[in-house]
Structure formats: structure tokens, C-alpha cells
């Protein structure tokens, strides 16, 4: 592993086999073989946006391993933080249908990734890089993972955090204490409402949510609501960021990390918060055409282009 010098943005967490059908899962069902994961599908998103991007993780050192560093590099996201180590792959199966519905089965207990460590985050000089990302769901996969996202966030000199509550890997209440303990390093925090909000934040409305988890300390909040957008907390005003309509609807998986991917590789690369995240909105919006995580990643002029077409200015509230 070498370090995060020259990177713009260093996304930690764990990349997953992907296995997706449009079918319901039954013996004899036609799967699609992807790789994905929040990390993956940040890191992608990032680089899609122009910023210098690098995954930091492990993955198992086999055939799939191989094929992962590929994708990563045909997506344009940096290898060199990537530690190959014996293992197994973290896996998940996906039906989803093009309303959103979307059934998930999870095989990742003792995955590779959740070998992460403080030490790799040390080792890589995350605090090299321009922004840092990651996820309550890297914090969830081990002790000792989650001891290298607090890790990450002490080092970074910006610190994004996506909480990302998945209840099937963490509960509420363990959820709500990362949140907490993360809250005062980061930059910007972006709970779902009204999902996450309403298990880690006890609310659902988003303008009461933002305030509360500013009160945690983090420095601005992004509440992302799916198809109506984001609302904006930066610490000096308001703003809802109407959402993006999308061209075609196949699968909206990723489409979250989708947004917070886009946000981090603008802000990396100097754009404001706000310009940031209605650019991450239209990223999002573009990703719905695509199968799985990555099936679609659009390009910074698609996604520019997208948002000038179909998207509509930011109205501040305060």
C-alpha cells in the first residue's frame, strides 16, 4: 500500500460481489455478476466528478479480487490503497424492479474488508488527501473496521460521513452512537430521511434532523430524500435542492452513494457545498438507468449537462 499523497479523495470501506437479478430470487433465476459496495459506488462517482479518487480497503487475493482492481480502474478510481489480503469475498444478492422495490441477502461475515484497521488508515496518510469518506456501514462490519473510520476521521483534514444505516448489519441504537462519536470531526454528515433520520436522529422531518445533527457537532448536514431531493444544512443557511427527475428507471441502487460521491469529488476539487450537491443530485438521478451500483456512471458533462436540462435552483429558507 502506498499512500494518499496526490489523491483528492480517499473513500474506506468495503467493495462486494454483486449478484443482481430483475427476477425474484427462486432456483433457475438469471443473475448479473457486478461489483458494488457504498465504497465502490462513491469511489466511482467521485471520479466521475473529477476528482483524483482512491478506495482504501481489502479484498481477498484471488480471481474476483483481480477482476475488482479492473472495474476499479476502468471506472478511473486509483488502486494503489487497495490491500490484497487471504480471505473471502463479501457478497450480496439484489432483486430489484424499476419502482425501487428491492430485496437484498447479504454474505459477508468475516469478508475481507473487515480486516481494516487503524493501521491501514495510518499507513496510507489519509490526511494527505483533500477529503476522506466513509460509511456506517464500514463501522459496522467489525471492531476493529470501525476502529479505522474513527481513525480516518481524527486524520482527516476533511471528514465526510454517510451514515448509510443498513438494520440488518447494526442496530438503531449502535448506529446512533457512531453517528454521535463521528459527528464532531466531519465536515458534512448525509442521514436519508425518512429512514435514518427517523432511527438515528429520532425525526422525520429533515429540517429538524439537520439542526439536531449539527448539534452533534458536525459542521454542515445534507439530508438526502430520494426523488424530492436534498435539504441543506450549512451552518449559516438553509436551502432545499429540489431532486433531479430521472431519464430512465432500471434499478436505484447506488443512487445515494451516487450523491455523496459526486458532493466529495466537487468538493475536493473546490466547488461550494451547495453547487456540489445539486450536481450529486443529478449524478443520482442519471445512475437509475443503469443495473446495479455501477451499471451506470455518468460523466461529469452528462451529469452538468442533466442538471441544466432538468434541474431547477436552489431555494434558501434562511
Request: hydrophobic share 45%; charged share 20%; with cysteine.
Amino acid at each position: 500500500m502506498t499512500s494518499a499523497h496526490n489523491i483528492d479523495v480517499v473513500v474506506v470501506g468495503e467493495i462486494l460481489i454483486e449478484l443482481s437479478s430483475t427476477e425474484p430470487f427462486t432456483g433457475g433465476s438469471s443473475v448479473t455478476l457486478g461489483f458494488s459496495g457504498d465504497a465502490m459506488n462513491a469511489a466511482a462517482a467521485a471520479a466521475a466528478a473529477g476528482a483524483r479518487t482512491a478506495v482504501l480497503t481489502r479484498i481477498a487475493d484471488d480471481a474476483l479480487g483481480q477482476a475488482i482492481l479492473g472495474r476499479l480502474t476502468e471506472l478511473g478510481v486509483d488502486t494503489s490503497l487497495v490491500r490484497l489480503v487471504p480471505g473471502q469475498h463479501g457478497t450480496y444478492f439484489v432483486h430489484s424492479d424499476p419502482a425501487g422495490d428491492r430485496e437484498f441477502v447479504y454474505a459477508r461475515r468475516g469478508s475481507a474488508a473487515s480486516q481494516l484497521a487503524p493501521q491501514d488508515i495510518a499507513d496510507a496518510r489519509v490526511e494527505d488527501a483533500q477529503v476522506v469518506l466513509s460509511s456506517g456501514v464500514t463501522g459496522a462490519i467489525s471492531a476493529t473496521a470501525d476502529a479505522a473510520v474513527q481513525e480516518a476521521a481524527r486524520r482527516a483534514r476533511m471528514f465526510v460521513y454517510d451514515p448509510n444505516f443498513r438494520p440488518g448489519l447494526v442496530s438503531a441504537a449502535a448506529a446512533a452512537r457512531s453517528l454521535r462519536r463521528l459527528a464532531p470531526y466531519a465536515a458534512l454528515v448525509t442521514p436519508a430521511a425518512p429512514s435514518e433520520t427517523r432511527a438515528l436522529l429520532g425525526c422525520d422531518d429533515p429540517v429538524v434532523a439537520a439542526r439536531t445533527a449539527r448539534g452533534l457537532g458536525a459542521k454542515a448536514v445534507a439530508v438526502t430524500r430520494g426523488a424530492e431531493g436534498v435539504f441543506l444544512d450549512d451552518g449559516t443557511a438553509t436551502f432545499d435542492v429540489p431532486g433531479v427527475p430521472a431519464p430512465t428507471l432500471v434499478d436505484q441502487t447506488g443512487a445515494g452513494d451516487s450523491v455523496v460521491g459526486t458532493v466529495v469529488g466537487r468538493l475536493a476539487v473546490g466547488d461550494s457545498l451547495l453547487d456540489a450537491i445539486r450536481l450529486g443530485s443529478a449524478a443520482a438521478s442519471l445512475s437509475m438507468q443503469g443495473q446495479g451500483g455501477t451499471g451506470f456512471v455518468a460523466t461529469l458533462a452528462q451529469t452538468r449537462d442533466h442538471l441544466e436540462s432538468h434541474g431547477s435552483g436552489a431555494r434558501q429558507r434562511t
